[in-house]
């Protein structure tokens, strides 16, 4: 017993939890409906890397990056012709006869 316990360390054990602030006991209206959770729905757990990826996903998914998009393809057509044109390169070869 003691010399499979000698060399076998026990696991470290995490816990992806995440306390929230603690206000009370509320003194509040008993017959409202809103539930005790409704407030807490949209906080941010800082352990959950999942949630984190897919909100940064859907956030570049959005429509408005079209336009970056078009001036990065114009800025590096620019960038490339001024290349072509240090370096002397012949562009009529592209020119049809």
Known sequence: MLKRSLFKLPKNKSFNYT???YEGKEQ???YDFESKFYK????????????H??????????RGNREINYRLIAIVLVLVLLFLFV????????RQR
């Open 19 to 21: 306390p929230r602030y």
């Open 28 to 30: 509040g209206n008993i």
């Open 87 to 94: 370096i002397d390169f012949d562009l009529s070869i592209f």
């Open 53 to 62: 990826w897919n909100d940064a996903r859907n956030e570049s998914r959005h």
């Open 40 to 51: 807490n729905r949209e906080t941010v757990n800082y352990n959950d890397y999942r949630s």
